[in-house]
């Protein structure tokens, strides 16, 4: 199959080889310059208020609006309150991205669990499982997150519980198709037969065989999670000022679009690069982690 | 066969009423239940507050609750609007329109355009054409929408003024053009994310098709210049069905938004 594809391809397409060693870099390089993007915007946020003169909830009324690179030392620019941007946008990172880390690490959890036991089990406790996750799935995540949002006051955790509420599904299902072929495999029967306890065939045997597609769905999880974070308080249920975050930066700035239309467009696109960031490392990492795909 | 379908339809139904029950239970907990609005009024007291909760029936246990609600449902009494008492039906009809045009004008654009990038990536796999497909493809996924739709109003609409900010159509003004006009904004915004995920279904499912040997032997045989006609059927039908659930995601969350962001039919 793969040599008659090969052939087929060579007469189409006589540079294949050489495209082929393009296409791995160019793959590798979004995912490097996924990576990297993730970086910078994590050390920025992390280090960046120590480094930088202004704080992000000093309030300035001479220097309102005041535009990027032409007020001086604020080269984003100032907010409607004359607080500076760069600063605000660098607490508000701290936020967005925190947010997103952990909303990732709570629903992978979950969803490895519920995916694990599912797949392992199968029968009675598999099907409801699975038909509850699908069950979930059907809500919009938006609808979900909105009416969850309406129970709690809003704070880092309570956003970040509601938003992991809403992305364990994937994760749950990816594992489940995992762990349901892996358990009739030789390996796992034999493990059984030696009397090893279910728990240890499914924590110790199944799953670490399971762990690249969890990897990848958990790297994309980080991604969902940071828009989901913007949606919510981009509609203002979600993080509430005056503690910023690039969703609620958003809200407000939506009223200065054709003054100050630099309120909205930088918090907008700092979420885009970090989102696409983390999506091209994903990707990366699928086509790295998956033997059967040929780069494609 | 039939008896798949009919597997397939019952598991299904069950969960269509699991949704219910679960939409149900979010609408009932959330906090002071369907009576919270009512509170909000000035000079609310207790009792108006009783009266109110069990001329609504909203003092009986939920599970009687629940099924009073689920039989009206099936029978199609949807009963009236909370906040200004008329039919739920109604209302529900009146914005279904605008909406459902929306979503088909949208979904029109993405998949011709999705078609379009997604083929023509696969047959001159490796191109310029097809990187860049994948990386604008990656990225539309990666933009909040309603930013986007922020600055597709910024570029359009502010600056080079080509585009109405808002609204279905200018009042005084009930033309086709008009509404079309008002129409391209919200549907191109829409469209964005759908193009994005329909081209990489289209490229991957003809990617899979491109190869084969018949489609070779066609190749072979000289068929002439773009070979998807011959490709296309084979494997589309399974194809089309598979986006599914990314669809529904999509128009849900997107309608929302383009309610919110260009008081589309509110």
Not at chain 1, 42 to 47: D, F
Not at chain 2, 204 to 212: D, F, H, R, W
Request: hydrophobic content about 55%; overall charge positive.
């Amino acid at each position: 199959m793969t040599e008659a594809t090969d052939i087929a391809a060579t007469v189409a397409r006589p540079s294949r080889a050489r495209s082929r060693a393009l296409a791995r870099f160019v793959r590798h390089r979004l995912a490097l310059f996924g990576l990297a993007a993730i970086v910078v915007l994590v050390l920025l946020c992390a280090a960046g208020p120590y480094l930088w003169p202004y704080n992000d909830l000093r309030i300035n009324m001479r220097q309102r609006f005041a535009e990027p690179l032409l007020a001086g030392l604020h080269v984003f620019g100032t907010d409607e309150l004359g607080r500076d941007m760069l600063a605000r946008l660098m607490m508000a990172g701290r936020v967005s991205l925190t947010v997103g880390f952990a909303a990732m690490a709570i629903s992978t959890l979950v969803g490895i669990l519920v995916g694990t036991l599912a797949g392992y089990f199968g029968g009675m406790i598999g099907t409801a499982l699975m038909r509850f996750v699908d069950a979930v799935l059907c809500f919009p995540s938006i609808f979900l997150l909105l009416a969850l949002a309406a129970f709690v006051q809003p704070t880092l955790l309570s956003i970040t519980l509601v938003i992991a509420a809403t992305a364990w599904m994937e994760v749950a299902r990816v594992v489940e198709a995992q762990i349901r072929s892996l358990r009739e495999r030789d390996f796992a029967l034999a493990s059984e037969a030696l009397g090893a306890s279910d728990a240890h065939i499914m924590f110790r045997e199944l799953l670490p065989n399971a762990i690249a597609p969890i990897v990848v769905a958990s790297t994309l999880n980080v991604a969902r999670a940071i828009l989901l974070e913007a949606y919510v308080s981009y509609l203002g249920y979600g993080i509430q000022p005056p503690v910023p975050s690039w969703g609620n930066m958003l809200n407000n700035a939506q009223e200065y679009l054709v003054t100050a239309p630099w309120l909205a467009l930088l918090p907008g696109l700092l979420i885009t690069l970090a989102v696409t960031g983390f999506n091209f490392v994903g990707d990366g990492l699928r086509d790295a982690l998956d033997p059967r795909l040929d780069i494609s | 066969m039939s008896r798949f379908l009919f597997h397939r339809l019952a598991q299904y139904l069950v969960l269509l009423w699991l949704v219910s029950v679960i939409g149900f239970a979010v609408l009932h907990l959330a906090p002071g239940g369907p009576l919270a609005q009512f509170t909000l009024i000035p000079g609310m007291t207790a009792e108006q507050l009783q009266v109110i909760a069990h001329q609504m029936g909203l003092d009986r246990p939920l599970p009687v609750q629940y099924w009073e609600w689920f039989r009206r449902m099936m029978v199609g009494e949807w009963g009236r609007s909370y906040r200004d008492s008329q039919p739920v039906l109604y209302v529900i009809g009146a914005h279904l329109w605008p909406t459902l045009e929306l979503m088909l004008s949208s979904s029109v654009v993405a998949v011709l355009l999705g078609t379009w990038v997604g083929v023509l990536g696969a047959i001159r796999r490796y191109s310029v054409f097809d990187y860049l497909a994948t990386i604008g493809a990656m990225v539309a996924l990666s933009i909040p929408t309603f930013w986007f739709g922020l600055v597709f109003i910024y570029i359009f609409s502010v600056k080079l003024a080509w585009l109405p900010p808002g609204n279905l159509y200018t009042i005084g003004d009930g033309s086709f053009l008009d509404y079309a006009r008002h129409l391209i904004a919200p549907c191109l915004v829409l469209a964005l994310v759908t193009i994005a995920i329909w081209s990489r279904y289209m490229r991957a499912s003809m990617l899979e098709v491109v190869n084969q040997d018949y489609v070779r032997t066609a190749r072979a045989k000289g068929v002439p210049g773009c070979n998807c006609p011959r490709c296309c059927p084979a494997r589309w039908s399974p194809k089309l069905c598979s986006p599914g659930r990314a669809w529904a995601a999509c128009f849900s969350i997107q309608s929302a938004i383009a309610t919110i962001r260009w008081s589309w039919g509110s």
